[in-house]
């Protein structure tokens, strides 16, 4: 499956599905020794449809995951939580806001410092595409403080929430706070 990873990131994505579905039925042939590797391999598939919009079809092979990570009891692992973070958007992008809260109370039950921070700044992502752009803003703002709180200066995501605070921002029509975020 590491073929389809390379070949989705040169935009071959036709050939990454093929591989990963070559991969996929190793995987099943397999049986359970290989339910985790199956499960990460979901998720890239699932990824590759979120990049492509088609988020009906992510959907079913992240929940596959899903259920897999939790047959497997992996559901601390740092793939879990790409795994949280793909489910939250694509719910999010099919305007399923509750099935898309629901997977990031997961996020904030973690005691990891990157699933807090990814609980913040989901739930701000969440509320900028229900266009609730005050609670919005209340999350990104959490998110960057507990960022530079837990994890220092520059932070991992920290571009990323500054931004999107200035989207909610400037989405309110206050353009002059909008500008100190881009």
């Known amino acids: 499956s590491n073929m389809g990873i ?3 990131q040169v935009g071959r994505d ?9 991969a996929e039925k190793i995987y099943l042939q397999l049986g359970d020794e290989a339910l985790p590797n199956l499960a990460t391999l979901y998720i890239n598939l699932g990824f590759l449809y979120i ?3 088609d988020f009906n079809t992510a959907l079913t092979y992240l929940e596959n995951s899903k259920t ?9 692992s740092s793939n ?9 958007t694509a719910y999010t992008q099919l ?18 410092v990157f ?9 701000g992502y969440i509320f900028t595409k229900m266009e609730k752009y005050s609670a919005a803003l209340k ?12 994890l220092g200066k520059d932070f991992y995501h920290e571009e990323v929430i500054l931004s999107n605070i200035g989207i909610a921002y400037l989405n309110e029509n206050q353009y002059d706070s909008a500008l100190v975020y881009f």
């Open 6 to 8: 390379i070949l989705k």
């Open 14 to 22: 036709k050939e990454a599905i093929d591989d990963y579905s070559k």
């Open 51 to 53: 990049q492509n919009g």
């Open 68 to 76: 897999i990570f939790e047959k497997v009891n992996q559901s601390n």
């Open 80 to 88: 879990y939580l790409t795994l949280l973070l793909n489910l939250t």
């Open 95 to 112: 305007k399923r806001y509750d099935d898309a809260f629901n997977i990031v109370k997961e996020l904030k039950r973690s005691n990891s």
């Open 115 to 123: 699933s807090l921070l990814s609980y913040y700044e989901s739930t």
């Open 139 to 150: 999350n990104l703002f959490l998110a960057y403080n507990y960022g530079r709180n837990n």
